[in-house]
């Protein structure tokens, strides 16, 4: 069974640009996360899709950040502009369903941004 | 709400020796308690976890967990530390019902000497 793919791997940007990264979950997957995870931090849930639909983004800094799951399938997370503080790792998640199956998760290797 | 502390930011242990990694959880409800392991420029691998049943939980690599209901715990355990094993631990939960994701504790870091 293929992994949780992200990309890039790595990505270094001044603040005030933009950036975005992209996951594709483990087929079949229906819920997909993303968490950011600041150094000497544990992860922190971004947003969490259900299909195509968003079922919580209430930690999400929705002037700067961003995320779409069009087809239900892959995402795209986008922060415009970048902050220094948004220097992390950012992870994706996914798992069958919510709820009580959402003990499935698997991670992705994750995209390190670091903000200049 | 939900959430996981994990007090020790560092826990050192000679190899062969017995390790404990501890976690404490506050949620309403019954939880779901998870435990993950993350290696350098790695994404986090699962190691166990407790949803129902025998509060002795047995994982990944020779780790094992045991559920405290009274005291709200759910410490990492293995029997004997191998250098191999050092690596950010992350305990996390979730409440039994919902559709919550799991909220990670702030992760600890196990050293082991050789």
């Known amino acids: 069974e293929a992994g949780v793919a992200q990309s890039p791997r790595y990505k270094i940007i001044e603040k005030r640009q933009s950036v975005a990264f992209w996951c594709n979950p483990i087929?079949?997957?229906?819920?997909l996360y993303w968490y950011q995870q600041i150094l000497g931090q544990g992860p922190k849930l971004l947003i969490q899709?259900?299909?195509?639909?968003?079922?919580?983004d209430s930690q999400l800094p929705k002037d700067r950040f961003s995320a779409e799951r069009l087809k239900g399938v892959d995402s795209t997370l986008k922060i415009q502009p970048a902050k220094l503080e948004d220097s992390a790792v950012y992870l994706c998640?996914?798992?069958?369903?919510?709820?009580?199956?959402?003990?499935?998760?698997?991670f992705g290797s994750g995209t390190r941004l670091t903000v200049v | 709400a939900q959430s996981v502390a994990q007090p020790e930011d560092q826990v050192n242990v000679a190899e062969g020796n017995p390790l404990t990694v501890k976690c404490t959880y506050s949620?309403?409800?019954?939880?779901?308690l998870f435990w993950y392991v993350q290696y350098p420029n790695r994404g986090l691998q699962f190691l166990l976890k407790?949803?129902?049943?025998?509060?002795l939980v047995k994982g990944s690599y020779g780790f094992e967990a045991e559920f405290n209901k009274s005291q709200t715990s759910f410490h990492l355990k293995k029997p004997s530390a191998l250098v191999s094993d050092s690596a950010l631990y992350f305990c996390?939960?979730?409440?039994?019902?919902?559709?919550?994701?799991?909220?990670f504790g702030s992760g600890t870091r196990l050293q082991v000497q050789p």
């Open positions: 998640a996914s798992s069958i369903r919510t709820g009580v199956g959402s003990y499935g998760y698997t």
């Open positions: 087929s079949g997957h229906a819920t």
């Open positions: 899709f259900q299909n195509n639909g968003v079922v919580d």
């Open positions: 949620v309403s409800g019954n939880p779901y």
């Open positions: 407790y949803i129902t049943g025998d509060n």
């Open positions: 996390a939960v979730i409440k039994e019902e919902g559709r919550r994701a799991l909220t």
